[in-house]
T-cell receptor, first 114, second 114 residues
Framework: KAGVTQTPRYLIKTRGQQVTLSCSPISGHRSVSWYQQTPGQGLQFLFEYFSETQRNKGNFPGRFSGRQFSNSRSEMNVSTLELGDSALYLC?????????????FGPGTRLTVT | SQQGEEDPQALSIQEGENATMNCSYKTSINNLQWYRQNSGRGLVHLILIRSNEREKHSGRLRVTLDTSKKSSSLLITASRAADTASYFCATGPYSGAGSYQLTFGKGTKLSVIP
């Protein structure tokens, strides 16, 4: 099976702009989670989608949003970018079921805000 | 907030030596997982240990879990240069909506010198 893919891999944006990141999960996985990784805060959970519904959300401002499509692909959007949004954004997918503990991560999108 | 805290933050060893990393967490868990991250890339799942298990092996990896002390350790035996990476422990109870959110520690950066 192909792994989790994320596009683009690298992105440079200017403060105030918005950005959309894309994630394609492993085939058959219906849960997609997003994480932000920064040197200062480490890995932090953004949100999780399952069957096109947001099931869980981390402690991030409303500028961070996401969605999931019927084919389980997911996008996350950050509006009004701030310098502090520079980070590695990781997407992870997992299989369904009560024992779907393991998450499979994509390579990440490195976002730089200038 | 971080659930797990790894110790040490950085570890440098010679190839062939064993590497031990520790993780402490704060709340009750269903299971604890260890992930590896090569420089600035996605995370790779290494091993999962359930709360009713005390020790688990996978190849050169040995994980222990002490729920009374809320701590876990990861031992990598006969280390190789390719083991150079950051290692994270992760925990996460299910939320009420059935969503599984991972909470990561800040990681241990392991350097294996050839």
């Amino acid at each position: 099976k192909a792994g989790v893919t994320q596009t683009p891999r690298y992105l440079i944006k200017t403060r105030g702009q918005q950005v959309t990141l894309s994630c394609s999960p492993i085939s058959g996985h219906r849960s997609v989670s997003w994480y932000q990784q920064t040197p200062g805060q480490g890995l932090q959970f953004l949100f999780e989608y399952f069957s096109e519904t947001q099931r869980n959300k981390g402690n991030f401002p409303g500028r961070f949003s996401g969605r999931q499509f019927s084919n389980s692909r997911s996008e996350m959007n950050v509006s009004t970018l701030e310098l502090g949004d520079s980070a590695l954004y990781l997407c992870a997918s997992s299989s369904t079921g009560i024992r779907s503990y393991e998450q499979y991560f994509g390579p990440g999108t490195r976002l730089t805000v200038t | 907030s971080q659930q797990g805290e790894e110790d040490p933050q950085a570890l440098s060893i010679q190839e062939g030596e064993n590497a031990t990393m520790n993780c402490s967490y704060k709340t009750s868990i269903n299971n604890l997982q260890w992930y590896r991250q090569n420089s600035g890339r996605g995370l790779v799942h290494l091993i999962l240990i359930r709360s009713n298990e005390r020790e688990k092996h996978s190849g050169r990896l040995r994980v222990t879990l002490d729920t009374s002390k809320k701590s876990s350790s990861l031992l990598i035996t006969a280390s190789r240069a390719a083991d150079t990476a950051s290692y994270f422990c992760a925990t996460g109870p299910y939320s009420g909506a059935g969503s599984y959110q991972l909470t990561f520690g800040k990681g241990t950066k392991l350097s294996v010198i050839p």
